[in-house]
């Protein structure tokens, strides 16, 4: 056995408002990340965490069970969790991460390169089928804004319907997993102005159709070129929006996003 650790210093009684597991699942997670918890150290039992933490054996269990899952710690029987030789915390973003304009527009610019290069893919290998998935979502959308409506769900099936045209399905995997993070649409919901939310949406919309002209007629460089007009409209846009409204949107708000 390798060195036993010392961490039950650094915890601290739990509060109830986040989930209990989660929380300890945080905080192992820091020990075991930041190198205070080595690899190969021993955790501390069930009743040092119950006794230090506050909190019952079934949410020590179910901590543990998590880290086990991700790959952070390995269970001996009778013996007690280990960290791994290996760990390392998996890619993730909270959904605590998408409240500040920084935070949303860093997403934002992630997106943007894989975006970009499934454009490209959609108009090199997009099958009928898949360019009719394509029009029926942009179709949606502009259903939607005809309704008066934002249209963020159709927006996002737009930019998956181009995903899943790659042939790729690594691309619509990492769209699903960023979900609504995307861009943000509750700031413009807060304009008053109702011809300026409808002058924004027809704006990105008129992007949107230019994508999917290029992507109709197999235009690679052209996709490209028009997803990252788009996106990096987009992230200009929010920006203005955001600033005007200076970061109006509020936690209590819908977290949905789009572009």
Do not use: C, W
Not at 56 to 69: D, G, K
Not at 106 to 111: A, P, Q, S, T, V
């Amino acid at each position: 056995m390798k060195n036993v650790p010392k961490p039950l210093a650094a915890f601290q009684t739990l509060s109830a408002p986040r989930s209990l597991t989660h929380q300890l699942v945080t905080h192992l997670t820091e020990e075991i990340t930041s190198g205070r918890l080595s690899p190969g150290s021993r955790l501390p039992t069930e009743q040092e965490m119950i006794a230090a933490a506050g909190v019952s054996r079934t949410v020590v269990r179910e901590a543990v069970a998590a880290l086990r899952a991700e790959g952070l710690v390995l269970t001996r029987q009778g013996v007690g969790a280990f960290v791994a030789d290996t760990a390392r915390r998996p890619f993730r973003i909270e959904v605590s991460e998408a409240g500040s304009l920084r935070e949303v527009l860093e997403i934002m610019e992630l997106r943007t390169g894989i975006e970009i290069e499934a454009a490209g893919l959609a108009a090199e290998r997009g099958t009928a089928s898949d360019l009719r998935g394509i029009e029926e979502a942009f179709r949606s959308i502009e259903q939607a804004i005809a309704r008066g409506e934002s249209g963020v769900e159709q927006d996002f099936a737009f930019h998956r319907a181009i995903a899943a045209s790659t042939g790729n399905p690594k691309f619509l995997q990492f769209l699903n997993y960023l979900g609504h993070f995307i861009i943000p649409r509750q700031t413009v919901s807060l304009t008053t102005d109702a011809s300026r939310r409808r002058a924004y949406f027809q704006t990105f919309q008129k992007e949107h159709g230019a994508i999917l002209s290029a992507i109709k007629h197999q235009q690679i460089a052209q996709a490209r070129a028009a997803m990252r007009r788009h996106l990096t409209n987009s992230r200009s846009r929010y920006g203005r929006l955001a600033a005007a409204l200076d970061e109006a949107p509020s936690p209590s708000s819908d977290p949905r996003l789009s572009p």
